[in-house]
């Protein structure tokens, strides 16, 4: 006996088994990201009222950059229309279209990639300085004209700097919590269009030094383990449907039926992909 | 056949993990002296820091009770009932030639064949395997070991592996069963065995994500140096660790227990399932309300997502939310208790076979009922204050599982022995087995319930010798518990040694098998030729009747199987 049902729906049920497979994963993978959203609700409930960095545990606002996620929510949302015009051409038995449709498609999924790896970057080479008198700013560092990655107090003590010049971030009116009263001071350097203040600390004053990484706030430890587990997704579907496109056309020849239904399940998942950066978008960006 | 690959791997896990025990009980019974005839290899396997002299040290004891409770649950149990039972028995059960994604399936074994060694090699690098308890609570699990490459985090990958492939298992036999079952297999017609796999599938593929969420995070706690779990103001041993903090233990203890109770019922729902089809075989008559079977199954299926929180009493709820995992965990004992009462009645006027699996399913049936019932005063929340983390829980998840489960899989195997291999198991050398294995077990476990209304704690590694040993509040009696303890162990070790001969031996010269079907059972697993070709059927079967119609009145056998028209 051959397993029934891998092409053909099931009369009763009206499906075909990866249709049914394909759904009950999507609904873990509902549970895996539901589990982080959870996470990231109650770890942001619990962290304490006030303006980071000065509350040391409180809460990041408004550091990640609004029009690059807006312009990538874009670029995923195009991806998820071609996915389906790429299956749709192959029920028009219109393999040339759908390799049109399905390139457009990888081609956004890592056109997403690289720009998050750019965001990602300019994370990195943004810092939070801590002084020993108890304030802090952010910013990023000026060392021979650029800012270095993941550098702490110790590098800046091996290359022997005594002064650290920083681009101060003047803070915009998003870096504040909602209900937190806003400093004139804010909206007159907003009028002024004035975004950096390069200033100076000795280095004996600075307490530390750290890079935007998963350890220096609870901010960053599920903004990066969120994005990069769905940049993982991504990238596993640019894979999967990369092939489909570039090595699919013997399969189609021989079983047509069977290469569309693997292009439906595919495109369900990565329909799904799109949906995470749906909630994640605004999650982690906007609030 | 990779259920056959998955029942040979996990038996020997829990074999493993039953020696883990042994070592341990020895610890428990005679603190301080060497370990016999393993002690000194001990030694040189594992390092002086962790054995030395053939001394069991705090750090072993402690890694050996992770790795205990981690082995048995997702290395033993769980691959025995749902990867080995359920790829073996419910593709026959539903009529189905294979499961749905047969390379899934491969797949799915060899993660969980991976997530194993990965386990197992834990116990070789330096600082020993994961030691802070099969729960890895936070900050514990992340402060425990400030190797880079530590138990723990050995422990968090071998974890996600085993995750990532149950979640595949689960995937396949759900698609199976909905998918894949023959013509006139409609749902009410389904082996309580096959309704018990598909719930218990569907907590594994809802409950698991969460643990692999929260796995992640720990990982990056461990590697990356966040603060997921760690809170502000931390402060391990006297100084203040350099990390951002902000992070919440309990949230930890939420994902983990929201994952970690389902797959309670992760172990028991297919063990009951076995334990219905051994004894509707053995009583030559019908399983006593298969609806309500199949409702209560359903039931505990929904409930067992909404009573996480019973584990976490202490951790200062309020009381309104006590209140409410209170009464859901009051709510899921109903259905609980249905599934015994129907299978307790199916017994009652029965003409019973006492062979070996069902002497297994009937000690199942009072071991369960035990376990239970003792559930119940840690489900309160008044009465958890008191005895939370005490032996009693050790006791009560332990009657659960060991004479519990573990009984259904031993009646599981003797049953399905001859389907896979065309031979019989001995009866004799299987009646030993389950008398010298229900004594014993009993001997195990009865007494915690002793020790820890007296107040003893768990994962003590003296054993309790600290606070009952002398001074205020000694209590020699339960120390002397131990040794009792500690015997009937080693009496259930040599007790099962009737059953890994049996086993090897019959394989080849076991009584041969007169038919495809020697238990004369109804449902279509036994309509197959012995062993099932690639495949499974020789012929395309068809339900045309229910799956229990044993002593039909009128007909000439008394059983008829499913598989027959007419």
């Known amino acids: 006996m051959e397993i029934p049902y891998t092409v053909k729906p099931r009369p009763d049920t009206g499906l075909y088994n990866a249709k049914v497979g394909i759904w009950l994963f999507l609904a873990s993978e509902v549970m895996l990201f539901g589990a982080f959203f959870s996470a990231y609700i109650l770890l942001r409930v619990g962290a304490p009222e006030g303006f980071w960095p000065d509350v040391a545990t409180g809460w990041p606002h408004g550091l990640l950059n609004i029009p690059i996620g807006t312009f990538n929510t874009a670029v995923l949302i195009a991806s998820s229309v071609t996915v389906v015009m790429a299956w749709a051409a192959l029920k028009e038995n219109n393999f040339p279209k759908f390799q049109k449709f399905m390139v457009f498609t990888v081609a956004c999924a890592l056109g997403f990639l690289t720009i998050k790896t750019f965001e990602y970057n300019e994370k990195f080479t943004h810092y939070v300085v801590r002084l020993k008198d108890g304030s802090a700013v952010t910013g990023h560092l000026n060392v021979d004209g650029h800012s270095p990655r993941f550098w702490t107090l110790q590098d800046v003590e091996e290359k022997k700097i005594e002064a650290l010049k920083v681009e101060v971030d003047v803070p915009n009116k998003f870096r504040f919590p909602v209900g937190m009263k806003i400093p004139e001071a804010v909206h007159e350097a907003h009028k002024a269009g004035k975004h950096h203040e390069e200033k100076e600390f000795k280095v004996a004053d600075i307490a530390s030094l750290k890079a935007f990484v998963p350890s220096t706030a609870t901010f960053f430890a599920i903004y990066f383990t969120m994005t990069f587990l769905h940049g993982l997704h991504v990238l596993a579907g640019a894979l999967v449907l990369g092939y489909f496109a570039f090595l699919g056309r013997k399969f189609w020849q021989q079983h047509p039926e069977q290469f569309t239904n693997r292009i439906e399940v595919a495109g369900l998942f990565w329909h799904f992909v799109d949906l995470v950066w749906i909630f994640l978008f605004p999650v982690v960006y906007l609030l | ?566």
């Not at chain 2, 162990?489 to 086993?503: E, R, V």
């Open chain 2, 1 to 566: 056949m990779i259920g056959i690959q998955y029942g040979i791997t996990s038996l020997l896990f829990l074999l493993f993990g039953f020696l883990l025990m042994l070592a341990m009980r020895y610890q428990l019974a005679h603190p301080g002296q060497p370990i016999p005839l393993v002690g000194g290899l001990m030694e040189k396997a594992l390092g002086e820091d962790m054995a030395k002299g053939g001394v069991m040290q705090a750090d072993l004891y402690n890694a050996f009770g992770a790795m205990h409770g981690t082995i048995m649950v997702f290395l033993a149990i769980v691959p025995l009932l749902f990867g080995a039972f359920g790829n073996y028995v419910t593709p026959l059960q539903i009529g189905a030639p294979d499961m749905a994604f047969p390379r899934l399936n491969m797949a799915s074994y060899h993660l969980f064949f991976w997530g194993g060694a990965v386990m197992l090699s834990s116990f070789f690098i330096p600082g020993g395997a994961a030691k802070s308890g099969w729960t890895s609570y936070s900050p514990l699990a992340t402060m425990a070991d400030s190797n880079f490459i530590n138990g723990q985090t050995l422990w968090l990958v071998g974890m996600v592996l085993l995750i990532t492939s149950s979640l595949l298992g689960a995937v396949n036999f759900i698609a199976t069963i909905i998918q894949l079952r023959a013509k006139g297999m409609t749902w009410m017609r389904l082996p309580f065995f096959v309704w018990a796999q598909f719930v218990t599938a569907f907590l594994l593929l809802l409950a698991f994500p969460p643990l692999e969420a929260a796995g992640l995070m720990q990982l990056a706690d461990n590697v990356l140096g966040t603060s997921f779990f760690l809170p502000t103001g931390l402060v391990v041993n006297g100084s203040k660790p350099d990390v951002s903090g902000g992070g919440s233990p309990l949230l930890w203890q939420h994902l983990f227990w929201f994952l970690a109770h389902p797959e309670v019922y992760v172990l028991i729902l297919p063990a009951m399932g076995i334990v219905a089809e051994v004894i509707a075989n053995n009583t030559r008559k019908p399983l006593w309300g298969y609806k309500s079977l199949v409702y209560a199954v359903l039931s505990i299926g929904f409930l067992a997502f909404i009573v996480w929180a019973h584990h976490m009493y202490l951790t200062g709820m309020g009381t309104k939310i006590a209140t409410f995992f209170q009464t859901t965990t009051m709510m899921i004992s109903i259905p609980s208790v249905i599934i015994l009462t129907a299978l307790f009645i199916s017994l009652w006027g029965g003409s019973i076979r006492f062979n070996t699996p069902m002497l297994f399913a009937l000690s199942f049936l009072p071991m369960f009922g035990i376990g239970g019932l003792t559930g119940l005063p840690l489900g309160f929340n008044a009465s958890d204050i008191y005895l939370h983390d005490s032996y009693y829980v050790i006791g009560h998840f332990h009657y659960v599982v060991a004479p519990g489960t573990i009984f259904g899989i031993f009646a599981g195997i003797y049953f399905w022995f001859p389907k896979a291999t065309g031979r019989m198991m001995s009866e004799t050398l299987g009646k030993i087995h389950w008398f010298g294995s229900l004594i014993c077990m009993n001997g195990i476990f009865m007494p915690m319930f002793i020790q820890g209304l007296r107040g003893m704690s768990r994962r003590m590694y003296d054993g309790g010798a600290t606070y009952f040993g002398s001074g205020v509040g000694a209590d020699p009696g339960v120390l002397r518990l131990n040794n009792a303890i500690t015997a009937a162990a080693i009496a259930l070790a040599l007790f099962q040694l009737p059953f890994i001969f049996n086993f090897f031996w019959s394989i080849w010269n076991g009584k041969k098998v007169e038919s495809d079907n020697p238990w004369e059972a109804t449902t279509l697993d036994w309509q197959t030729p012995t062993p099932p070709p690639h495949g499974n059927f020789a012929t395309e079967p068809v339900a045309h009747r229910g799956p229990y119609e044993y002593s039909v009145p009128g007909s000439k056998k008394d059983f008829t199987p499913q598989g027959q028209p007419g």
